[in-house]
């Protein structure tokens, strides 16, 4: 019984963890970009009373089965699901989405790159593309001041009218990475490259397996909300039934303890 105590708390932690998770998504299903993630469970070592297999008599009989009593769970890790979130239309020029796979390059302060779904984009007093913190948008794209009609298409291609002639002012292009999953968050909407994701492989919109570039439009976050409800609900359900686990154990020792 003081196993079976240990057991459950192991599996309200793990539902506590599952439920930050959830809480997590929830709290970003207005999040430009974001993507949801979810939490996977592993049990954990086993007790072995009989080993499966082992020898059961002198004429070399074998437990088919054996006896294995397993010590509870945890969260092996979180993973990042990266499907496709919806575009919205917001009208600025400036904003672009990413409709497929890749991820949009962002010059750091301190030199290092970052990565983004986030396609928040606006202009600092340079002229520069920046993100909302002001943060280069690499390839650094420069706007002059008196560019009109500024035209991003679904390859990336940047232009706009300066003195009424269409000037291209460069391109945008995509970062791909072989598992994206693996990437780090570091908050802000952006990514890091780790070595669990791969290296960088930076590929024009449309080619390469990379999705296209949608001019006024944002990527919103792919949090399903009902879904979302749905498994935290469920996660509520197994911590209570983990803590009824406790409950009983302990009016178990209580008979025994009460007994003569």
Do not use: C, W
């Not at 079976?4 to 809480?23: E, K, Y």
């Not at 993973?79 to 919205?88: A, D, I």
């Amino acid at each position: 019984m003081l196993q079976a105590l240990r057991i459950a708390a192991t599996g309200m932690h793990a539902q506590q963890l599952n439920v930050d998770v959830l809480s997590n998504n929830i709290a970003n299903l207005n999040t430009t970009g974001f993507k949801q993630s979810a939490a996977a469970f592993t049990d954990l070592v086993y007790q072995n009373r009989v080993g499966v297999g082992a020898i059961t008599s002198s004429a070399g009989t074998l437990a088919p089965t054996g006896l294995q009593i397993g010590l509870g769970v945890s969260v092996g890790s979180t993973y990042r699901l990266m499907k496709q979130g919806n575009l919205s239309n917001t009208g600025n020029q400036f904003d672009v989405a990413v409709s497929g796979r890749g991820f949009f390059k962002v010059s750091m302060p301190d030199g290092t790159t970052t990565y983004t779904r986030d396609g928040t984009f606006t202009l600092n007093q340079d002229g520069q593309m920046v993100t909302k913190e002001g943060y280069a948008v690499d390839p650094a794209i420069t706007v002059p001041a008196n560019a009109k009609d500024f035209t991003v298409t679904a390859n990336g291609t940047v232009s706009a009218k300066v003195d009424n002639v269409t000037t291209q002012l460069g391109t945008l292009t995509l970062a791909m990475f072989t598992n994206e999953s693996g990437l780090e968050s570091i908050g802000g909407n952006l990514y890091r490259e780790t070595e669990s994701s791969g290296a960088a492989s930076d590929t024009s919109p449309g080619e390469s397996g990379s999705g296209s570039i949608s001019q006024f439009f944002l990527e919103t976050s792919n949090v399903d909300s009902i879904e979302s409800i749905t498994r935290l609900i469920t996660a509520q359900r197994a911590y209570e039934l983990n803590s009824k686990v406790i409950s009983t154990s302990d009016e178990m020792l209580q008979t025994l303890t009460q007994m003569r």
